[in-house]
T-cell receptor, first 114, second 115 residues
Framework: NAGVMQNPRHLVRRRGQEARLRCSPM?????VYWYRQLPEEGLKFMVY????????ESGMPKERFSAEFPKEGPSILRIQQVVRGDSAAYFC????????????FGPGTRLTVT | AQSVSQHNHHVILSEAASLELGCNYS??????LFWYVQYPGQHLQLLLK??????LVKGIKGFEAEFIKSKFSFNLRKPSVQWSDTAEYFC?????????????FGQGTELSVKP
C-alpha cells in the first residue's frame, strides 16, 4: 500500500490562500477517496471519485472545497481561501473496485493554516 | 446515519499483556468491517477485514477480531502485545449496499506499550 503517493507531505498556507493537495493512486486503481483527520478525531470521509467523475461528495464542505480526478494525472483536492479550521491531515486512498474490498492509503498531507 | 464508536481513547499496556480494543457500529444493513493501524510517522495499513463467513477473523502480526452481529461489535484482540505494537488503531465500517464503499471511521485508539 506504499504505492499511493501524496504530495506535498506538509503544506503551510496563510489564511485566504489556496491549498492544492495531490494524490496518485496505486497502479491499476481507478477509484480515489479523500478523508480528513482533524486533531483528536478519526478520519472523516470527504469525497469519492472515479476517473473524470465525482461519485459521492457527501462529506465535502459545501463551500471552498473541490476535488477532481482527471483522465490523466493525479487527483487534486483544492481548498480555496483557507481558514484556520482547515488545518488537518488529509488522506487519500485508492481501490481497484467500487466496493470497499480494501482501500490503500497514502501517507497524508498535513495542512497548517497560519 | 452510520457511526462507529471506539471505547478507549488511549490504552497503556506492558509488553506481554493481552489487548482488547472495543468497536461498536451503528447501521441497520449489511456492512464490511475493518481495523486499520497507523504506526508513528507512517500511513494507515490494513490489519484485518471482515466481509462474511467465519466471524472470527485473523489478521497480520497476530491480531484477530470477532464480529458479533447481535451486539454490532467488532473488537480487536491480541494475546500478547509487543513494544512494536505502539500505534493508533482505527475501526471502520462500510455499507455493502452503497456504491463506492466509503469508510466510516471510529475516532481511534492510541495504544502505548511499555517495554
Amino acid at each position: 500500500n506504499a504505492g499511493v503517493m501524496q504530495n506535498p507531505r506538509h503544506l503551510v498556507r496563510r489564511r485566504g490562500q489556496e491549498a492544492r493537495l495531490r494524490c496518485s493512486p496505486m497502479k491499476g486503481h481507478s477509484h480515489v477517496y479523500w478523508y480528513r483527520q482533524l486533531p483528536e478525531e478519526g478520519l472523516k470521509f470527504m469525497v469519492y471519485l472515479q476517473k473524470e467523475n465525482i461519485i459521492d461528495e457527501s462529506g465535502m464542505p459545501k463551500e471552498r472545497f473541490s476535488a477532481e480526478f482527471p483522465k490523466e494525472g493525479p487527483s487534486i483536492l483544492r481548498i480555496q481561501q483557507v481558514v484556520r479550521g482547515d488545518s488537518a491531515a488529509y488522506f487519500c486512498a485508492s481501490s481497484q473496485t467500487d466496493r470497499a474490498t480494501e482501500q490503500y492509503f497514502g501517507p497524508g498531507t498535513r495542512l497548517t493554516v497560519t | 446515519a452510520q457511526s462507529v464508536s471506539q471505547h478507549n481513547h488511549h490504552v497503556i499496556l506492558s509488553e506481554a499483556a493481552s489487548l482488547e480494543l472495543g468497536c461498536n457500529y451503528s447501521y441497520g444493513g449489511t456492512v464490511n468491517l475493518f481495523w486499520y493501524v497507523q504506526y508513528p510517522g507512517q500511513h494507515l495499513q490494513l490489519l484485518l477485514k471482515y466481509f462474511s463467513g467465519d466471524p472470527l477473523v485473523k489478521g497480520i502480526k497476530g491480531f484477530e477480531a470477532e464480529f458479533i452481529k447481535s451486539k454490532f461489535s467488532f473488537n480487536l484482540r491480541k494475546p500478547s502485545v509487543q513494544w512494536s505494537d505502539t500505534a493508533e488503531y482505527f475501526c471502520a465500517v462500510s455499507s455493502v449496499s452503497n456504491q463506492g464503499g466509503k469508510l466510516i471511521f471510529g475516532q481511534g485508539t492510541e495504544l502505548s506499550v511499555k517495554p
